[in-house]
């Protein structure tokens, strides 16, 4: 089963507009953390923004917020007023503590194209 | 500046060849991940190492190998066992500790099979 789940494989925005992108995931650790990265097309990993499992409130990143909902498991960027700029892959990622100890182990979404149009 | 530096940006492989991606970061991070991409497929961990001399199986370590000899080197080595290894390989650092310690990533080698 998938731990972080991108249901929008594409989604379009005009500019100025704000638009969100959806992320679930599915864990059983209590401390977890949540992470959203961009990938323009020159394939740079760009972070944007974290979320920890314990924090109360919604993170938030200038333009970038996290609406993080822990009952649902679900934690979507918000990207106020896009840019054309924004155009590009985005991924949500989850990083938890194996069973065995040690260090987090990140897990990727598969991404969702944004397409800021003028 | 600091940050991680990918070489080459790209890479050809003939077939039954082993070519090896290099990795250098200058962070002083512990740990060092590389990653392979596929269209649609988002990233997919291949190895990690927490510490030098040391390092660990990920979800497709299938037909790749690793060293980490010095803390600030991790190169991957794609062997002629992947059969399939055209791809974006990513290589990332962070600080060993908290969930919270961000990834950072290289820009990437794109590895194409002739």
């Known amino acids: 089963a998938q731990k972080i789940t991108q249901t929008q494989p594409g989604m379009f925005v005009q500019e100025k507009e704000a638009v969100t992108l959806d992320c679930t995931y599915d864990?059983?650790?209590?401390?977890?953390?949540l992470f959203w990265y961009k990938q323009p097309s020159s394939g740079e990993m760009i972070f944007l923004i974290y979320?920890?499992?314990?924090?109360?409130q919604n993170a938030t990143e200038g333009r970038y917020s996290l609406n993080f909902q822990k009952a649902r498991k679900s934690a979507n960027l918000v990207i106020s007023a896009s840019q054309l700029g924004d155009s590009a892959m985005y991924f949500c990622?989850?990083?938890?503590?194996?069973?065995?100890?040690?260090?987090?182990?990140?897990?990727f979404g598969r991404g969702t194209s944004l397409i800021v149009h003028p | 500046d600091g940050g991680i530096t990918q070489s080459p940006k790209y890479l050809f492989r003939k077939e039954g060849q082993n070519v090896t991606l290099s990795c250098e970061q200058n962070l002083n991070h512990d740990a060092m991940y590389w990653y392979r991409q596929d269209p649609g497929q988002g990233l997919r961990l291949i190895y990690y190492s927490q510490i030098v001399n040391d390092f660990q199986k990920g979800d497709i370590a299938e037909g790749y190998s690793v060293s980490r000899e010095k803390k600030e080197s991790f190169p991957l080595t794609v062997t002629s066992a992947q059969k399939n290894p055209t791809a974006f390989y990513l290589c990332a650092s962070q600080s060993v500790g908290t969930a919270q310690e961000t990834q950072y990533f290289g820009p990437g080698t794109r590895l194409l099979v002739l």
């Open positions: 979320q920890g499992s314990y924090d109360e």
């Open positions: 990622a989850m990083r938890e503590r194996p069973a065995s100890g040690g260090s987090y182990i990140p897990t």
């Open positions: 864990t059983s650790d209590q401390s977890y953390g």
